[in-house]
C-alpha cells in the first residue's frame, strides 16, 4: 500500500494493553501503533477497528467479540499475547479467514510455578498464619495444622506444557501423579503419570486438582456441585487456567460447608473479582489477581514472540510463522 509521497504506508497495529517494551520499540520501527484505552469496552474496541482500520489486532486483554472482529475491514492478523483465547471469537475469525495466532511456550513455567506455589500456600497454611500473626501480633504457633505434600496423589486436568511442567516441579515431592486429557493419546502420557480415563476417578481420588485446560464449551463448568461433592474433604483445588471451569457459586458453597479443605484460584468467572464475593473472607481459599503467567520473564517472552510473529506479517512472511504459534 503507498501513501500519496509514494512510499510505503506502516500497518496498523492495535494493542489492548501494554506489552514488553523492548519488543514494542522494535515494532514501532516498522508499524503504525495504538494503543486501546485501559478497561477498553466492546464499544470502545469497535470504534478503533471502525476509524483506525487496523490491520494486525495484538491481544492482551478485553472481549474480541463477532462485532469487533466484524468491523475491521482492513483486519489481517489477530495475535494473542499469551494462551487462553476464549476472549476471541475463533469462529468469526474463521469465517472471515483472518490468521490468528498465540504464544504458547511463553508462560508454560510461570504458571505451573505458580499452581505449585499456591498449593504449598495452602497445604502449610502460610495465608493463615501470615494474616492472623500481623492482626493479632501474636505467637500464633498451633493455631493451624499444616499438611505435607510428600507422597499425595496430585490430579492433573489437562496435560499440556504447563501441565507436564507441574508434573516435573513436584518430581522432588514424589507426588502419585494422576492425569485426565482425552485429546492425547496413550503414548502421549509421560512414564511418570498414570493416564485416568475417567475423570470421576480423578476427582475422587487425587489430594490435589491442578486444572490446566482450556475454556470450551465442552470444559465450561467442569468441576460443578457434583464434582465438588466426591473430592475428599482433605482435598485442594488449584485452578491457574480460566475461571468459567470450576462453578465458582458451587465451590463457594464448598468452601464454606469445608466440605473440601480449600482452593488456591488465579482465574474467576468475573473478572476482575466482583467486591462483595464471598471468596475475600473466605480463610480457606488463595486468590491472585489472574497473574500465574505474567512473570516477569514470562511477559518478556509474550511481548517477544508476538513482536516476531507480527513483523514476519508485515514483512510479508506469513508462511515462515512456526507453525505452533497458529490458532488458526
Not at 473430592?231 to 485442594?236: E, Y
Not at 460447608?257 to 464475593?277: H, K, M, V, W, Y
Request: proline share 5%.
Amino acid at each position: 500500500m503507498l501513501s500519496i509521497y509514494g512510499m510505503k504506508k506502516k500497518l496498523k497495529v492495535l494493542l489492548t494493553g501494554p506489552i514488553y517494551e523492548g519488543a514494542l520499540a522494535r515494532l514501532r520501527r516498522k508499524a503504525d501503533i495504538q494503543f486501546a484505552p485501559p478497561r477498553a469496552t466492546e464499544s470502545d474496541l469497535i470504534d478503533l477497528m471502525k476509524q483506525q482500520k487496523i490491520d494486525i489486532l495484538i491481544v492482551r486483554r478485553g472481549n474480541i467479540s463477532h462485532d469487533v472482529i466484524a468491523a475491521a475491514s482492513c483486519l489481517k492478523a489477530i495475535i494473542k499475547h499469551g494462551v487462553g483465547v476464549n476472549n476471541i471469537d475463533i469462529e468469526e475469525a474463521r469465517e472471515r479467514n483472518i490468521p490468528m495466532f498465540y504464544t504458547p511456550r511463553a508462560n508454560s513455567e510461570a504458571v505451573a510455578e505458580h499452581a505449585l506455589a499456591l498449593m504449598l500456600i495452602l497445604a502449610k497454611q502460610i495465608h493463615r498464619f501470615d494474616q492472623k500473626m500481623k492482626a493479632t501480633k501474636k505467637w500464633l504457633k498451633g493455631e493451624y495444622q499444616p499438611i505435607e505434600i510428600q507422597g499425595k496423589y496430585l490430579g492433573l486436568i489437562g496435560l499440556g506444557r504447563i501441565g507436564r511442567r507441574l508434573v516435573e516441579l513436584v518430581q522432588p515431592f514424589r507426588m502419585k501423579v494422576l492425569t485426565f486429557d482425552p485429546l492425547l493419546s496413550v503414548t502421549d502420557f509421560p512414564p511418570t503419570v498414570q493416564r485416568v480415563e475417567l475423570i470421576d476417578k480423578l476427582i475422587a481420588t487425587a489430594d490435589i486438582i491442578s486444572i490446566h485446560c482450556p475454556l470450551t464449551k465442552q470444559t465450561k463448568h467442569m468441576i460443578g456441585p457434583r464434582e465438588l461433592s466426591m473430592m475428599k474433604n482433605t482435598a485442594l483445588i488449584i485452578n491457574t487456567a480460566r475461571g468459567g471451569i470450576i462453578d465458582q457459586e458451587a465451590l463457594i458453597q464448598a468452601l464454606q460447608n469445608q466440605t473440601i479443605r480449600g482452593a488456591g484460584l488465579d482465574t474467576f468467572e468475573q473478572e476482575p473479582l466482583p467486591s462483595n464475593s464471598p471468596l475475600f473472607q473466605l480463610e480457606n481459599v488463595v486468590i491472585t489477581p489472574h497473574i500465574g503467567g505474567t512473570a516477569r520473564e514470562s511477559f518478556i517472552r509474550m511481548g517477544e514472540e508476538s513482536v516476531q510473529i507480527a513483523l514476519k506479517i508485515i514483512e510479508g512472511r506469513i508462511n515462515e510463522i512456526n507453525p505452533e504459534f497458529r490458532v488458526l
